[in-house]
């Protein structure tokens, strides 16, 4: 079946531009999760959506960050005026069950976000 | 907060051996302990989890455990292949499954 699908797989922007990313989770997820993860560094948790409940945004780096999740299914992840610290590749994550820790994350093979 | 560290060196072994992949943590009592592989370009994949109350758990030529008082859980491939050869990522998860900590990864190279 399908997978996690995040678009673009690649992008390209000037510095001050604002990007939007999308993840596509596997149908049913009701769990999804946002990561950055920079060139040798670990996965750095951005926000997390489960059903309808308020999402956990502590991981947002800034305000310039947001996402949002329409339907309990897409999800998009927002970074406006970018800078050249945004550019990193950015997963999206989804899982089956709700409120238990021994589901493992179904991830997207990610966007890379360059920032010229 | 919550620190995890994993084998800061790139792991290098011959085809056939065992390899051995460490993850130590402090700062947290994770509910559940678990592995993922990334290949180059591509998002990680789950391998393996492990309770907090499990010591060892294995799948074909994996094995992983998992010691609460010494905060470390180790991962091993037997028999390992060149196909192995990718990054491994730790993850320590809380109970609800809210709260995923990863490892900055260990890059396993298994030479022909």
């Known amino acids: 079946g399908a997978g996690v699908s995040q678009s673009p797989s690649n992008k390209v922007t000037e510095k001050g531009k604002d990007v939007e990313l999308r993840c596509d989770p596997i149908?049913?997820?009701?769990?999804l999760y946002w990561y950055r993860q920079s060139l040798g560094q670990g996965l750095e948790f951005l926000i997390y959506?489960?059903?309808?409940?308020?999402?956990?945004k502590s991981g947002l780096p800034s305000d310039r960050f947001s996402a949002e999740r329409t339907g309990g299914s897409v999800s998009t992840l927002t970074i406006q005026r970018t800078q050249q610290e945004d550019s990193a590749v950015y997963l999206c994550?989804?899982?089956?069950?709700?409120?238990?820790?021994?589901?493992?994350?179904?991830f997207g093979d990610g966007t890379r976000l360059s920032i010229l | 907060s919550q620190k995890i560290e994993q084998n800061s060196e790139a792991l290098n072994i011959q085809e056939g051996k065992t390899a051995t992949l460490t993850c130590n943590y402090t700062?947290?009592?994770?509910?559940?302990l678990q592995w993922y592989r990334q290949d180059p370009g591509r998002g990680p994949v789950f391998l393996l989890l492990?309770?907090?109350?499990?010591k060892e758990k294995r799948k074909e030529r994996l094995k992983v455990t998992f010691d609460t008082t010494l905060k470390q859980s180790l991962f091993h491939i037997t028999a390992s292949q060149p196909a192995d050869s990718a990054t491994y990522l730790c993850?320590?998860?809380?109970?609800?499954?809210?709260?995923?900590?990863f490892g900055t990864g260990t890059s396993l190279t298994v030479i022909p």
């Open positions: 993850a320590l998860v809380s109970w609800s499954g809210n709260q995923f900590y």
């Open positions: 700062n947290y009592s994770p509910a559940y």
């Open positions: 492990i309770r907090e109350n499990e």
């Open positions: 994550a989804s899982s089956l069950v709700p409120g238990s820790g021994n589901q493992p994350q179904h």
């Open positions: 959506f489960q059903g309808n409940s308020a999402p956990d």
């Open positions: 149908s049913g997820h009701t769990a």
